[in-house]
């Protein structure tokens, strides 16, 4: 019986000229909504499919599905144009880095957030100022620098670089969250004997957990994408990283075609990001905002 | 607190320094060798002549910022970068505003699922997105050349391609990256007021347009200056997807300070030069920080 009364309300010539107004402003606005999912959404489609035509498909009919997967284009994305070799070189600059990062800046805040000390709040202040400058600024700088420490073109230069530059808004973080953590646990646990190290490690750290996830995240986002460092510091191909060795096939692909291989290539590059993004999408919005609502 | 409680708390205070001083010295080092010596030398760099294949830079007092005064090519990015500044914020932020409305009030279904979708463009690589798009504008195997082919183009649009138009397809890939990161923090700010002032306005007989002109937008102030002075940093910089998909061109009608700066010092040597360029840049970014402050500057409603 309802549900025979709400078919009837919703069929059209029951419309009143108020009910007609809000139907269509309610369908405009979900247009608005789904005009921007496939905007979003349409491009990564096309490339994912694209990947998978010959060169000669690809230029004769952009929009066309394959005909036949081409699956060595894949293989050559990953051997021939290096995808393979910039991943595992993004790997052993990110990981280190992400580790170096979130040791260094937990240490620091932990004591930062929970000692009294001459010059707490200077120190504090000074690796605040790191975040005031654009990094434009250092470049010149850094590679005489690098060039100077012998570390220019090598996988340690970038790990030691990349983490100083994610220390500051790291500690900044993390110096808030410890803040909040009960300072009560902390004292018990030196009574019962431990010493300070013990409960830095066994009782803070764990403590601070959800922090230290949320600026994991925050910070691999940041080394992974980042650009503008590895194409001063890393001047040698075999040791590019891959935003880095994206561009480079890019813009070698005007002199040497192999499209449906850079198809793949960005691909290759898109499908593990969605996928960790799928999964974990709640954890990294809150991460990636969060700079945006603590700042 | 025991006795026995205070002593072991007297005891772990004197020996403070046994965990501060190992804590942060290391972290200490590395920012000062890595971060504070380096812009502080480009404060030097910035006032010496140095072409690389000197050992030592000469200093020539403020002479590169003179220079830059008459520099047509750094007019020329800087322009781009102005164009991108009143550009870039505002379109985003009001893309960026109606669709958080409609997620948080309107009665669309799948809501999770947009929000998942418009933030996906952020975590993608800029350099990534760069290269997507370069496909996607690209006069031949494009598929925006297509479609303006059925809208009657007669000759394929290269879009990257043309000077006229270049300025315009960049910016316009970094509104379709950005918004999605605004979505999601519009969202958080909306939720975060009261259902109650709502409902009080639409008994009231207060239509959408006007809770959103008089509800959210003055009680989401604040989370709107921070996006805005975000956006205008971010066009600032603009690096990695120029580089990617112009490289400035062509005929440096994308050039931004950024792209001038890297290509003044990698790819022409000018060392001293650039970096004058690159603190030029820092001061406009640190101005319009502070002036976008400034000129948003309302009582903060508390509710």
């Known amino acids: 019986m309802m549900n025979k009364l709400k078919q009837a309300d919703a069929a059209p010539e029951d419309f009143s000229a108020n009910r007609l107004s809000r139907w269509t402003t309610q369908s405009l606005l979900n247009f608005s909504l789904v005009f ?36 060595q284009n894949f293989e050559r994305a990953w051997v ?13 600059v990110v990981v280190p880095s992400l580790i170096l990062t979130l040791a260094l800046s937990s240490m620091t805040s932990y004591v930062l957030a929970r000692f009294r000390f001459f010059g707490n709040r200077a120190l504090f202040f000074l690796f605040m100022a790191g975040m005031l400058f654009p990094i434009f600024m250092a470049l010149v700088p850094l590679f005489f620098l690098a060039k100077d420490l012998q570390l220019l073109n090598t996988f340690l230069g970038l790990i030691l670089v990349y983490t100083a530059y994610s220390l500051p808004f790291t500690i900044f973080f993390l110096t808030g969250f410890f803040k909040t953590l009960p300072s009560e646990l902390h004292e018990a646990a030196l009574i019962d004997g431990a010493n ?36 001063v510091l890393m001047t040698e191909r075999e040791n590019y990283v891959l935003p880095q060795g994206l561009s480079f096939m890019l813009h070698q692909q005007y002199y040497k075609s192999d499209w449906s291989a850079l198809f793949a290539a960005v691909t290759i590059i898109m499908i593990p990001t969605l996928a960790v993004y799928v999964v974990f999408q709640n954890q990294i919005q809150k991460g990636v905002t969060v700079g945006a609502l603590k700042g | 607190m025991t006795n026995n409680a205070s002593a072991a708390w007297a005891v772990f205070k004197k020996k403070k320094y046994h965990i501060i001083i190992p804590f942060t010295l290391p972290s200490l080092l590395l920012f000062l060798v890595f971060v504070v010596y380096p812009y502080g030398q480009a404060m030097y760099f910035s006032l010496t002549k140095w072409r690389g294949l000197t050992p030592r830079p000469t200093f020539i007092g403020l002479a590169n910022f003179e220079k830059l005064l008459g520099d047509s090519l750094f007019w020329n990015a800087l322009s781009h970068n102005l164009i991108y500044l009143v550009s870039i914020p505002a379109i985003t932020i ?4 109606y669709l958080a409305f409609l997620l948080t009030h309107g009665k669309a279904r799948f809501r999770r699922f947009y929000r998942i979708t418009f933030f996906f463009p952020q975590v993608m690589s800029l350099v990534a997105i760069g290269v997507l798009w370069s496909f996607i504008y690209h006069p031949t195997i494009g598929i925006l050349s297509s479609i303006a082919g059925l809208l009657g183009a007669a000759e394929p649009i290269a879009w990257l391609g043309n000077p006229d138009l270049a300025l315009l397809a960049v910016g316009a890939v970094v509104v379709w990256q950005a918004v999605g990161f605004y979505v999601v923090l519009f969202i958080a700010g909306m939720e975060s007021i009261p259902v109650s002032y709502y409902e009080a306005a639409t008994i009231d007989g207060a239509s959408r347009w006007h809770l959103f002109w008089h509800i959210t937008l003055p009680l989401l102030w604040d989370t ?9 940093i971010g066009a600032t910089n603009m690096f990695a997807i120029t580089q990617t998909m112009t490289q400035g061109g062509p005929n440096r009608s994308t050039d931004v ?8 010092a990698f790819l022409s040597g000018k060392f001293g030069y650039a970096t004058a360029v690159a603190v030029a840049m820092f001061l406009l970014a640190f101005a319009l920080s502070v002036l976008t402050m400034r000129a948003t500057r309302r009582e903060t409603l508390e509710y």
Do not use: C
């Open chain 1, 36 to 71: 921007w999912a496939l905007l979003v959404i349409l491009p990564m489609v096309w490339l994912l499919y694209s990947s998978f035509k010959t060169d000669q498909e690809i230029f004769f009919d952009p929009w066309s599905l394959p005909s036949e997967m081409q699956w």
């Open chain 1, 80 to 92: 021939t144009v290096h995808v393979g070799q910039y991943f595992i070189n993004s790997m052993k």
């Open chain 1, 196 to 231: 300070e190290y013990v409960v830095f490690f066994r009782v803070m750290l764990p403590l601070a957990q959800p922090g230290l996830v949320a600026m994991a995240i925050f910070n691999f986002l940041g080394m992974w994408n980042q650009f503008i460092l590895p194409l």
């Open chain 2, 94 to 97: 009001i893309i960026a505003l």
């Open chain 2, 224 to 232: 709107i200056r921070t996006a805005l002075v975000f956006l205008a």
């Open chain 2, 257 to 264: 300070l950024s792209t001038y700066v890297y290509e003044r």
